[in-house]
């Protein structure tokens, strides 16, 4: 099939490329009989208007962007489906990129974004994000940002995200209340925001109930499965080995469990897990997985919402919107009294 | 910040912003010391080209787009690890698109691609996708496409997938290996060939062991869990309860589990479960999940080096090309002996 362009319709119809360009933009200067003539052709060769070249015209990619640093976590999953949701019916498509916990692919697909390819950006920043002029940067183009999740505090912009040191204190307290007292804690980044807040609220835990913050319980994951189970066998090998592991993000509760049967260590009698996780399979772990789980699909719906409001109203103020969710505790066998 | 672009620098230069563009397109034409000057002006002044503006001129986006059914899913997600592997260096952008198993998104999608906005497609087809003409229309236009794990057989492009019908014929086999008679079968789409084919194999199986194939045994499932636990609760609460559960995707692993433990049905010993799935939870489930496992990364890996083959050599002939990858079955506690 040919490509079908302005000047294919022209042709046909014997008019110049501005006339018929003009009467699909219905223009006044063409005259209605002119205007169904060539809609008509446009509608029979199947004409798709280029947005490359309506996007230089209007500035509009009628495009929004998810920047997250995975997919394999089901809080992404249910946060983008939060966010569809609210793009369904606006007539918008939504684009996916991954940063894979890179600062550098982070600040190259911002660096794209300048030219106008999208209307707006829903971010989460990767593990390694250490500065946010890229960020500042964007918004500089006209570009309206917001963060969800994985803020930084630096951005001036819409930040939707759960309390994260609460929700970090809440697990610790669980713990000792269920009678653990040697307590680590798994981060992934010393960086991000999310784990650095998470950990405050743990170490405070510890020692509003007068129990010492102990550097070796605190162990720093990565995204590399061998590693991780390499660092968490010998947190658990060690001679004062810990009775409670709490994990900051999802992805390692698999390491967890997996170091565990192979050292024959039993949860929740030798080691008891809580794990921040939107896992649909907690409830079916062996055993099952005690979670503090954040509202995904919610956050991801506010911060699309806050997003369109900025798109469709140039002045809404988003440097001034900062959305918490709490995120909820729920009790499961990894954690059962002592 | 300003906006930097052609005219800026020509204004700043005292060029004209034709001069300009050749410069920055290293045209024969220019001289070399105005060509240091121009791009010297477009650094200092973080000058980013318009790729729409570049588009129009090159109709090379420099962007691959993948079209999944969901994010949701571990065999996606490690998919797209794949892909990103082969991209990574090759300076293109990967977006991710979303048909939620709706074909009217898919043909929305497709058509908007129509216009340009990428250069390739990693396609694997929504549940509900019945006929092919958004596909070929594409190909018409000369954007390639490779189609991988959901196919469509009447699609002339490279195929990458797996063995449905022997890995449902494996599943069932090793069911019936393991003493189980009263075998049930999850589908989740009539039209789905992955699903079709795997419930071949499943039939076949059946029938080579003088086993007869019972309609009631063979349910269809949709992507809402309430509906599904529903219709497997029917299942469960039947008169002839089946012994064995095969579901066709990850998905229904988690609503089976559920059931069960809500009915106190033990697994494996009332039912026994085998699931099409690439969950790194499976060994950690309770009890730990029998699963068929796809190589899910090394399919992304070939699905994306033959797109760019097909991009880089137009002439290539994509669609003589059919890779099948073996799917592997991993037996756990879910399918133990009777």
Known sequence: MENVNLKTIADKLHLST????????????????????????A??????????ASSLRKRVSKTIAIV?????????????????AIVQGKGYHVLI????????????????????????????????????????????????????????????????????????YTATKHLIDNGYRKIAYLSI??????????????SQALTDNNIPVKEAYIVECTLNDEYNNAVIRNLLQSKSRPDAIIASVERLTTNIYLVCQHLQLKIPKDIAVISFSNLKTAAILNPSLTTITQPAYEMGKTAASLLFKSIEKKSFPLDTVVQL???VLIPRDSTIKK
Chains 1, 2 share one sequence.
């Open 43 to 52: 509608s029979v060769l199947n004409y798709v208007p280029n947005p490359y």
């Open 189 to 202: 980044s010393k960086t991000l925001s999310i784990s650095g807040k998470r950990m405050k609220g743990y």
């Open 68 to 84: 997250i640093p995975e997919v394999d976590d089901s809080f992404f999953a249910e946060a983008i489906n939060g966010i569809e």
């Open 97 to 168: 990129y991954l940063t894979h916990e890179s600062f550098e692919k982070e600040k190259a697909i911002f660096m794209d974004f300048q030219s106008g390819r999208v209307d707006g950006v829903l971010l989460s920043v990767s593990a390694e994000t250490v500065s946010t002029h890229h960020i500042s940067n964007l918004q500089s183009h006209q570009i309206p940002i917001v963060v969800f999740d994985r803020i930084c505090d630096e951005i001036s912009t819409a930040k939707v995200c759960t309390d994260d040191y609460n929700a970090g």
């Open 325 to 327: 969710f709490p995120s």
């Open 18 to 41: 501005a006339t018929v360009s003009k009467a699909l933009r219905d223009s006044h200067e063409i005259s209605n009989e002119t205007k169904q003539r060539v809609l008509h052709l």
